[in-house]
């Protein structure tokens, strides 16, 4: 059994390789073999593994000096490499870091404080006077004050001894359909299957240089936190602004030599789109890993056909599963009527296709996407109700306890044995007595000439079908080109033009954004008295 040495995990078993527990091995094994490297950079500091691997036990010794031991503790600060040591930091209390960010809207942020009713909150120089406007009535600890002490490597060892592979890691909260948010909670041991699966498959190592486009506050950002860690990799932190100037954004890349990115869709089709690689083209990518929504074929042609040799994979998961649950390996370019595949599973993971009624489809038939395994999420922070309908017993097994995510997300197995991601299930509309995807919608709007990024949505009150696009087209001649592809039963019936598509803070299109846009453009109409 492995023990410890001198303040350090010994990882010698005689039952052969060690198979890590928790998610802080990583940046122990990696600070003995690089402690100078890079670890994290943005345009203003840079953390080396050993920097980074102090500042976050200094704050774990400075928080475990407080009282804080197996519970929340909210990081509120701006995105940095300090922010990443902060939830280390927090992970070497023996507790878990719950992420906030000032681009949050205030009333999001007091309901986060509200679910979690955490006592102690790690803030920087700017956000410290924000948080004391919050009203949180715990102790306020700032990372600077955080970092001067001593470590305590006895206390440290002593936490870490009590500590269980299904203790949580984070709390990440996602977007409530009633606008709540849920706050989900991940563990060690699915954090360790999902790096271990997802550095296999993209092919991760020490000279991987990532591309950070997420927010700290979400899931997504994982795929490079921890496989820097693993591997002794490098991630820099892409400013938010650049995303904004797709040239700039690739300057970019090529300054930092970066050769990765896990990027959402908008992100990538922002460059694409606009005709960025026909002034500047990534030097150094090698990998490019895409997800969060459906990647239109042509966009995906123009990344393909100007990176040939690079490697893309489309990815599929929900945060509930701990991120990223299937992949798939595209490796060639597609016709203009085909859908990527989301692919296979990850190792360790099972999906699952059920009918309305809890049972597995047939196959080529769609069916709800659920997922087992130890990817899954203890289900939502301070919330049972939400997690045991989200969460249940997987109806294909009646013998004993078996968990199973509903993700929401309608699916089917093609012929090659590939899953397909078909709709979610609340983009699945019954219109003028006529079941409608609205992605097939979408689908045939983004092989238009001149579309740069399109969303169907449905407005429920009025029964009424509102198509939002960005590109040259006016919406005329669009209405023309709809009559040819469509059905007349699929014509949208309003088509607003956008310069920008209104997105969540994760990239996702935000309909809810496009269905208050769309109400408020129709009443200023109605006292016009002019047609959207």
Known sequence: MAGWIDGELDK??????????????????????????????????????????HCARKIGTYLSGTGAAKEPVVVYMKKSPCTLAAFFGVIYAGCFYVPIDEEMPRRRMELIL????????????????K??????????????????????????????????????????????????????????????????????????????IFGNQTPLYLDACMKEIYPTMKFGA??????KEHFMFPVKLVEYLNEHRINTICWVVSALTMVSAFGTFDTVKPEYLHTIAFGSE????????????????????NLYGPTEATGMSCYYHADRLFEEKEVIPVGQPFRNT????????????????????????TCLTHGYYHNPEKTAEAFTQNPCNP???????????????????ELVFVSRKDYQIKHMGHRIELGEI?????????????????????????????????????????????????????????????????????????QEIYLSQKKRSRRNKKPI
């Open 399 to 417: 013998y004993f306890p078996d968990r199973i995510y509903h993700t929401g997300d309608l699916g089917r197995w093609d012929e090659q044995g």
């Open 131 to 208: 948080a004391e406007k919050l009203g949180f009535t715990g102790k306020l600890l700032s990372y600077a004050e955080c970092i001067q002490i001593e470590e305590d490597p006895h206390m440290l060892q002593r936490i870490r001894q009590q500590a269980l592979d299904m203790d949580p890691v984070y709390v990440l909260f996602t977007s409530g359909s009633t606008g709540v948010p849920k706050g989900v909670v991940g563990h060690h041991r699915g954090v360790i299957d999902y790096v271990e699966s997802l550095s296999e498959v993209l092919g991760f190592g020490q000279e991987t």
């Open 114 to 129: 509200e679910n979690t009713q955490a006592k102690y909150m790690i803030c920087d120089e700017s956000t410290q006077e």
């Open 442 to 514: 979408e689908a045939d709007v983004n092989l238009i000439d001149g579309i740069r990024a399109c969303c169907c949505i449905f407005i429920p009150d009025n029964k009424k079908m509102v198509l939002f696009y960005v590109g040259d087209v006016d919406k005329r001649s669009l209405t023309g080109e709809l009559k040819e592809r469509l059905p007349r039963y699929m014509i949208p019936n309003a088509i607003m033009q956008v310069e920008t598509m209104p997105q969540t803070p994760n990239g996702k299109m935000d309909r809810l954004k496009m």
């Open 12 to 53: 010698s078993t005689e039952q052969g390789k060690y198979m890590q527990t928790n998610v802080l091995e990583y940046l122990e094994e990696t600070v003995k073999r690089l402690p100078d490297k890079v670890a994290f950079a943005d345009e203003e500091i840079g953390l080396t593994f050993a920097q980074f691997y």
């Open 294 to 313: 459906v990647f239109p074929v042509k966009q995906f042609n123009l990344w393909k056909e100007t990176l040939p040799q690079a490697e893309f994979y």
């Open 350 to 373: 099972e999906i699952l296709l059920l009918d309305a009624d809890g049972q597995p489809v047939a196959q080529g038939e769609t069916g709800e996407i659920c997922i087992r395994g």
């Open 234 to 239: 490098t991630t820099w932190l892409v400013p």
